[in-house]
């Protein structure tokens, strides 16, 4: 059975540094993209970037490029997103994505889903 | 980036009744020389992940009622739940994968009416 659970939820101040995490079970973890998607409270979603934990090629979004750090270690199935800088408007719901097809490019759809991480950012 | 837009915002349809979601797309979708739609359909209820519903535009994944369809082609789609049942109530997503960034639509909230 094809699983991705996330790391815990994280309360944090304006400035402080955050990884979060998304380790897969079930599939062979190097051979598909592994996305991001974020969702504000009470609003859509919004991709992030992808990650392909084979050799690690990323892909983001340029509304996210330079914002977060998306990684990943395969010897251990995990993806990881990261800010050096959280700000309020960071406040959101994370969601880590298993891509479809394995072994082809970002572009396909997000069939397995995490449990989401809930990300605070408050004084 | 490819603008994804869903219509209605929200909709009450009666239990056992159809309930048509519209997903329009800035450009087309449709990768011609694979004759593929490159849009996907998620549900997600309150407080739960996205489930993935459709992907191809029509092809349903496996384990989704067949009450759910997909249709459309190039930029104009739409998700139809032929008979509506309690379950079903949630916010709707389409998805377009054909280019990076990766879009979905702003949502179609389904409830009972």
């Known amino acids: 059975e094809v699983q991705l659970v996330q790391s815990g939820a994280e309360v944090k101040k304006p400035g402080e540094s955050l990884k979060i995490s998304c380790k897969g079970s079930?599939?062979?973890?190097?051979?598909?993209?592994i996305g991001w998607v974020r969702q504000m409270p009470g609003k859509g979603l919004e991709w992030m970037g992808s990650?392909?934990?084979?050799?690690?090629?990323?892909r983001y979004s340029p509304s996210f490029q330079g914002q977060v750090t998306i990684s990943a270690d395969k010897s251990i199935s995990t993806a990881y997103l990261q800010w050096s800088s959280l700000k309020a408007s960071d406040t959101a719901m994370y969601y880590c994505?298993?891509?479809?097809?394995?072994?082809?490019?970002?572009?396909?759809?997000?069939?397995?889903w995490g449990q989401g991480t809930l990300v605070t950012v408050s004084s | 980036d490819i603008v994804m837009t869903q219509s209605p915002d929200s909709l009450a349809v009666s239990l056992g009744e159809r309930a048509t979601i519209s997903c329009k797309s800035g450009?087309?979708?449709?990768?011609?020389?694979?004759?593929?739609?490159?849009l996907a359909w998620y549900q997600q209820k309150p407080g739960q992940p996205p489930k993935l519903l459709i992907y191809?535009?029509?092809t349903r994944e496996s384990g989704v009622p067949d009450r759910f369809s997909g249709s459309g082609s190039g930029t104009d789609f739409t998700l139809t739940i032929s008979s509506l049942q309690a379950e079903d109530v949630a916010v709707y997503y389409c998805?377009?994968?054909?280019?990076?960034?990766?879009?979905f639509g702003g949502g179609t909230k389904v409830e009972i009416k």
């Open positions: 994505a298993r891509q479809s097809i394995p072994g082809a490019d970002v572009y396909n759809w997000f069939d397995f």
């Open positions: 079930g599939y062979s973890f190097s051979n598909n993209w």
């Open positions: 990650i392909y934990p084979g050799d690690s090629d990323s």
């Open positions: 450009q087309s979708v449709l990768y011609r020389s694979k004759n593929k739609n490159y």
């Open positions: 191809w535009a029509s």
């Open positions: 998805q377009q994968y054909y280019t990076t960034p990766l879009t």
